[in-house]
T-cell receptor
Framework: DADVTQTPRNRITKTGKRIMLECSQTKGHDRMYWYRQDPGLGLRLIYYSFDVKDINKGEISDGYSVSRQAQAKFSLSLESAIPNQTALYFC???????????FGDGTRLSIL | QKEVEQNSGPLSVPEGAIASLNCTYSDRVSQSFFWYRQYSGKSPELIMSIYSNGDKEDGRFTAQLNKASQYVSLLIRDSQPSDSATYLCAVDPNFGNEKLTFGTGTRLTIIP
């Protein structure tokens, strides 16, 4: 089983719908992250959390919200989806102290 | 000015040759540097971590860091077709902050 699991893997939905992307991990890491990836723009940080009680905005948090339900679970919500939120979304985890991040398999989200 | 810059490529290298990928960064206090490999539509996979000036070797991969010149590079020896992917450079601009800044990636193609 994957250490960092994202669900769903693919999602097609309509403008205005509420969407939740889920991430769970078995690595025991405190730090969790949500990124989106668009062609030519690289990975951009949406939100990050250093522990269950800590939530921080990244560089592109507008239109998104998150919930850290437990050490192992970090969910990303789009309250009212719009077409320019169509992208590949990744969850990642890490240990503290400048350690690398480890990524889930991603969710391909298309908003029509 | 972008914080982490990479040549987007594509970089084409004959099979068996050395592929050289470069990355420059703007924040002088950066302490942690990572190379990720990403196949099309897949998640980034950690290839190398480097924290000190000099070279670090792992199999066919060598990471080189020069903090004075603010660049980090990745050499791939004996390039194989399976090395064809996009390579992402990531930098932690504030050691312990665990907020990586990613370059947009260099697309590498190994020609059989």
């Amino acid at each position: 089983d994957a250490d960092v699991t994202q669900t769903p893997r693919n999602r097609i939905t309509k403008t205005g719908k509420r969407i939740m992307l889920e991430c769970s991990q078995t690595k025991g890491h405190d730090r969790m992250y949500w990124y989106r990836q668009d062609p030519g723009l690289g990975l951009r940080l949406i939100y990050y959390s250093f522990d269950v009680k800590d939530i921080n905005k990244g560089e592109i948090s507008d239109g998104y919200s998150v919930s850290r339900q437990a050490q192992a679970k970090f969910s990303l919500s789009l309250e009212s989806a719009i077409p320019n939120q169509t992208a590949l979304y990744f969850c990642a985890t890490s240990e503290p102290g400048g350690q690398p991040q480890h990524f889930g398999d991603g969710t391909r989200l298309s908003i029509l | 000015q972008k914080e982490v810059e990479q040549n987007s490529g594509p970089l084409s290298v004959p099979e068996g040759a050395i592929a050289s990928l470069n990355c420059t960064y703007s924040d002088r206090v950066s302490q942690s540097f990572f190379w990720y490999r990403q196949y099309s539509g897949k998640s980034p996979e950690l290839i190398m971590s480097i924290y000190s000036n000099g070279d670090k070797e792992d199999g066919r991969f060598t990471a080189q860091l020069n903090k004075a010149s603010q660049y980090v590079s990745l050499l791939i020896r004996d390039s194989q077709p399976s090395d064809s992917a996009t390579y992402l450079c990531a930098v932690d601009p504030n050691f312990g902050n665990e907020k990586l800044t990613f370059g947009t990636g260099t697309r590498l193609t190994i020609i059989p």
